[in-house]
């Protein structure tokens, strides 16, 4: 399912209503959250200059239903209402005035009344909280005259707060002070309309802007009304009638003058009959050629131009729209709890669509580095956009956890979520995020697991914040799929982005969030959220799962004289299995796919269920960390006291600092407990090491000074500064020309060319003429 699009437009026009932005912004977000599906509320600011425009602004990162169509000026209401029509996309509309005296809680129940039969709901104010005299009695005057005129009998035509089918309301053509025409014109597109008693609040913030002299203009755009539902595409119609009674009237009164004057001999001098028999004539001509006039100033100006009313100065609020205007996004107020690979990705790219991030971790060192403009991870691209969100102001790092939680709306937790001792993921720090958020929150917060959790997590997160907070709130399950070397990237251009949701209000802010991520039209998945955590396990799950079975067969391979690589490229042109993950190495590591494999045989069990296939995954993997260092042994014998031996690569992966899990770490300890020397370089990853390995091994800033003195090379992480070394240095460098390659990086015959002794992964073995160990 892709994201829906908002079932409600609520429109409505703002003018100077400064004060009451807030309060009715508050009780339609009540009111939004009842009905079904998702809503959008588009207000537009019609010139205002007492700082509505700036409030909305204010209140749109809080509200992120919330657009803003700024007009250049102020047009006069009719002019916003159109606006804010054209730029409604839901099939529904709703227009309210922001003055607080339509109530919210009426929309539920004009929306009801919407049904197959009816187009438009006018909203009918009774009793209504106006003057008597001023307002009331002219009101009541002009609804009769209106009913009476246009045939659409309504108590209420001035009641902004009406529901409509878009269909009609978009093909409305206002003008002028024709807003409060609405049903009689939609009336008269075919619309079925009916009203409803509605709440009316007496006014109490701000004043009215408009008085006696409104009513009196009613009485004149009555008379247009008139003239757009019966003449307004055929104008000559009506100044035609009237152009060919005046003439034909002075034509034959003519006609009769002349009949005085020739045959009866009457003279006309003097006589003011004749002077009327021109003006008639005169008066019919004018007539006709007005209603010319009239049809090509129509057709021309309002048809083939298509002319708007009025002009945008811009639009605050994400609308996927083809029509004339631009768009800016929205600036949405995010936290990120946890400035690991994910949180700290996530939050810099948040950032750098605009939004305003904080960045929260508990690690205070952490958190004073990134504010030094220290960046505590390797991850290629992020240190230059952090450094550019930072000094535009839009990105913040902050230990003050309540801080963040109060000024933003969308809550991330992105801490990490290790493997407990029987392999389930630790939710030790997810869930004390989750209660100290629950303790902070002072309104609607939408919060966000961006961690990699076990099925049913939302679920424990809703109730523990449910148990502390009454503020409502939403939990979203929102997976991350970055790989770790390019993680800018996936982040920026996401294969697709997974939310497991349930609220429409929850749902919408995370596309609001995401649109920017996603404009090359990859989807938006929407699902509940158990089925959002367990894609996330699954996908890892099946990637470990492809990994695992390629090496078992570079396994086989070696042995029945197979070449995997060859095998590999015959495999992934079939398009069901494609090119990806199908190379055999060391085994995979990382900080996510040896705990999620283990978290997902972990819940298969807790529901009584084993998972043999992922249980082999993970054996055969073990297995694999382990091959490098047997085929050292074979090479060398047992007993490696007196050997040393270089190592390239260190990282689970190229273009990152990880050491999580990483295979190396096997492969060390395997060689340090057989007695060997290491010196061991990684371009990224070395203080990682340090801290794993300490003074057991040597630390090489370059590959080749890692090489001196060196019995064999292994090659155990792919970067790509290992790929064309200079192999003559390499070989006068090394004791042996030795290299073990648990990555296949080089090819097989230059290794041959250069004369080294290469033993690869699922690869025939290339023998060195004999040399002496
Ligand atoms: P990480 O260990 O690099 O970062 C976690 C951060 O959270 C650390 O900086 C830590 O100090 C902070 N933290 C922990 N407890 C905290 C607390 N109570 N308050 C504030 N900060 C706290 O982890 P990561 O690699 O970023 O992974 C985070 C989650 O995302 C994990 O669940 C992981 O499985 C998932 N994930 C990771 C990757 C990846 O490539 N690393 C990809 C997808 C999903």
Not at 204 to 224: I, N
Not at 335 to 350: E, K
Not at 505 to 523: C, H, S
Request: net charge neutral; charged share 25%.
């Amino acid at each position: 399912m892709t994201t829906p699009a908002p079932a409600v437009s609520i429109v409505i026009p703002v003018y100077n209503e400064a004060e009451s932005l807030a309060p009715l912004l508050e009780e339609l977000g009540r009111v939004l959250g009842t009905i079904e599906g998702p809503a959008e509320i588009i207000t537009v600011d019609d010139g205002s200059t007492d700082g509505s425009f700036e409030r909305l602004r204010a209140l749109g990162a809080q509200e992120p239903r919330l657009r803003i169509v700024r007009l250049a000026r102020n047009y006069g209401q009719t002019a916003a209402i159109s606006a804010g029509i054209e730029h409604a996309r839901a099939p529904i509309i709703v227009s309210m005035d922001a003055d607080l005296q339509n109530d919210p809680a009426d929309i539920p129940r004009l929306l009801a009344v919407l049904g197959d039969d009816v187009d438009v709901v006018n909203g009918w104010r009774n009793p209504r909280q106006d003057p008597w005299l001023t307002r009331r009695l002219p009101s009541r005057l002009a609804n009769r005259l209106i009913s009476l005129v246009t045939g659409t009998a309504l108590h209420d035509y001035g009641c902004t707060l009406r529901a409509m089918r878009a269909s009609f309301a978009k093909e409305l053509q206002l003008y002028g002070e024709l807003h409060r025409f609405i049903p009689a014109l939609a009336a008269d597109l075919g619309a079925r309309v009916t009203e409803l008693k509605v709440h009316h609040r007496p006014r109490t913030l701000g004043r009215s802007k408009y008085g006696l002299s409104r009513t009196l203009r009613v009485f004149l755009d009555l008379l247009t009304v008139k003239f757009l539902s019966g003449f307004s595409t055929r104008p000559i119609q009506l100044f035609g009638l009237f152009g060919l009674l005046c003439g034909s009237a002075g034509i034959a009164l003519t006609a009769e003058l002349g009949f005085e004057r020739l045959v009866l001999g009457v003279p006309l001098a003097g006589r003011p009959v004749v002077l009327l028999a021109i003006l008639l004539v005169v008066v019919g001509v004018q007539f006709v050629s007005l209603g010319l006039l009239g049809e090509m100033v129509v057709r021309t100006y309002h048809e083939s131009q298509a002319k708007p009313i009025y002009r945008v100065r811009e639009v605050v609020g994400c609308i996927v729209f083809t029509g004339r205007h631009q768009y800016a996004c929205p600036v949405m107020k995010v936290f990120v709890v946890g400035t690991g690979y994910v949180g700290l990705v996530a939050g810099t790219c948040f950032a750098e669509s605009g939004n305003d991030v904080i960045c929260v971790d508990n690690v205070v060192k952490k958190v004073e580095a990134l504010r030094d403009g220290a960046v505590p991870i390797y991850e290629p691209g992020l240190e230059e956009l952090i450094r550019r969100n930072v000094a535009e102001g839009r990105l913040t790092f902050t230990t003050d956890l309540a801080h963040a939680v109060r000024t933003s709306i969308v809550v991330f937790i992105a801490v990490g979520t290790p493997s407990g001792d029987d392999g389930s993921a630790d939710l030790g720090a997810v869930m004390s995020v989750s209660r100290e958020i629950a303790r902070t929150m002072d309104g609607y917060r939408v919060v966000v697991t961006k961690s990699t959790v076990p099925i049913g997590t939302s679920e424990r997160i809703r109730a523990a914040i449910g148990a502390i907070t009454t503020h409502p709130f939403d939990v979203v399950s929102n997976p991350e799929f970055m790989k770790e070397g390019a993680a800018i990237e996936d982040f920026m251009k996401p294969d697709r982005v997974v939310i497991g949701a349930a609220s429409a209000r929850a749902i919408e802010t995370m596309r609001e969030l995401y649109d920017p991520f996603v404009r090359t039209g990859n989807p938006i998945l929407v699902m509940d959220n158990p089925s959002a955590e367990m894609t996330k396990y699954a996908a890892n799950a099946l990637l470990a799962t492809r990994i695992s079975f390629m090496n078992e067969i570079a396994n086989l391979c070696e042995r029945v004289g197979a070449d995997v690589d060859h095998v590999r490229r015959g495999i992934g042109y079939d398009r069901r299995i494609g090119h990806h993950f199908l190379f055999p190495g060391v085994g995979y590591g990382g900080s996510c796919f040896p705990k999620d494999v283990k978290a997902v045989i972990h819940t298969a069990r807790e529901q009584g269920i084993e998972f043999p296939l992922l249980n082999a995954v993970e054996d055969v993997n073990e297995a694999q960390k382990r091959r490098l260092v047997e085929k050292v042994t074979t090479e060398f014998g047992d007993d490696l006291h007196g050997r040393r031996f270089a190592i390239w690569g260190l990282a689970f992966k190229p273009r990152t600092d990880d050491m999580r899990e990483a295979p190396s770490i096997t492969i060390v300890e395997g060689l340090l407990a057989r007695g060997a020397k290491l010196a061991v370089h990684d371009p990224e990853a070395l203080s990682e090491a340090r801290n794993l390995f300490g003074d057991r091994v040597t630390y090489h800033r370059t590959n080749y000074e890692a090489l001196e003195g060196a019995d064999a090379l292994l090659i155990v992480t792919e970067w790509n500064e290992f790929r064309r070394p200079d192999f003559p240095r390499m070989k006068q460098l090394l004791r042996h020309p030795i290299i073990f390659d648990g990555r296949n990086v080089y090819d097989p015959e230059v290794m041959r060319e250069h004369g080294f002794t290469y033993l690869p992964i699922g690869r025939a073995v290339v023998r060195a003429a004999a040399a002496s160990r």
